[in-house]
């Protein structure tokens, strides 16, 4: 288990990436403990006699060599405003890492990703005259084959959207609910997988950092009113079709495989169909990260969401931010944020 650590941070950079959000780069005089994505810190604000509560911020990135961690602050209330107002150079009291994080797959062997280069050819994919960046050769994106075998029109077979390439893992984000996606991103890069990103804002100004997603996978986006991206939710995106039926072919494909193996040679010498392990991580609000759990709980796809209960304390005190969950009533700070939705008593 990580220690909880409690330390004076300085601020190193504060840009304003919209009217309602702003990034906090926060530096670090000591080496960095171990940080897992998903987890959030509890920043005090200064000078603030109306916000005597802390307050919990993603974890948006982790920069070990920097020794930085980069926050993203939603302006709501008065602390948040208060903390995006902070100059460079100012000092923050923040409690660190706190919670459980996203669950992380084993290193893959297979894909032949350099994790240590970002630099990685890209293609541009046009949706309804919308441009989007996506990068070539790996990922599901605009690779899935149809339920029947066939490439998806365009020519395009089903191999960048196997295991090895890491098109297994969905990274799905709605509003604020980006920032702990962004340093998951970097770690499955890190592993040896691309990750796909889809991205959702009311408008095209919710949708923040595109370009540093852009370095770990492919990004695909939707807004409620058109103006970047696919018109909509997340969930009527086209990649969330495309995911699934990639999911289905290629357990059917590699079952198809396996009963062939086993009628000449020793199975228990041959992975079975079960070592794809596809998965999707979720966070924004509830009721898109409930239509994400449905739609994952009917294709069988593991499903992690990070929930945003109202919080306090961060340490399990308090007990504002509890959830029902299968082993009883929860703090989301310490067993969360992050929660297999197997765990969780929603009704989907």
Known sequence: MIMKQIADWTISENTQLSADFCLLKVHLENELPKIRPGQFVQIRVPNASNTFLRRPISIHFVDYDRRELWLLVQMVGEGTRKLSKMR?????????????GFTLPERNCHCGLDPQSPEKETNVVQHNN??????????????????????????????????Q???????????AGTAPLLY??????????????????RTQYQLLQLSEFEKY????????????????????????????????????????????IQMYSNPLSHPSPSTLHPTIYVCGPKPMMLAVAKLAKQNDVSCEVSL?????????????????????????????????????????
């Open 88 to 100: 460079v150079g100012e000092s923050l009291n923040i409690i660190y890492p706190l919670g459980n």
């Open 130 to 163: 919308i441009t989007q960046h996506s990068n070539a050769k790996q990922g599901i994106a605009g690779q899935a084959r149809n339920d029947d075998g066939n490439d998806d029109g365009n020519g395009n077979d089903n191999d960048s959207f196997l295991p």
């Open 165 to 175: 390439t890491g098109g297994q893992f969905l990274l799905i984000g709605g509003g």
């Open 184 to 201: 998951l991103g970097k770690q499955l890069r890190d592993l040896g997988y691309q990750p796909t990103f889809l991205l959702g804002g």
């Open 217 to 260: 996978g492919n990004v695909y986006t939707t807004t409620e009113d058109g103006s970047h991206g696919e018109k909509g939710f997340v969930t009527n995106h086209s990649i969330m079709q495309t995911y699934f039926s990639s999911i289905r072919l290629y357990r059917y494909e590699m079952q198809k495989h396996f009963d062939k």
């Open 308 to 348: 945003e209960n109202r919080m306090a304390c961060g340490i399990g005190t308090c007990l504002c931010c509890v959830e029902k969950t299968t082993f009883g009533n929860t703090c989301v700070c310490t067993a969360g944020p992050v929660f297999n939705i197997n765990q969780l008593t929603w009704q989907i």
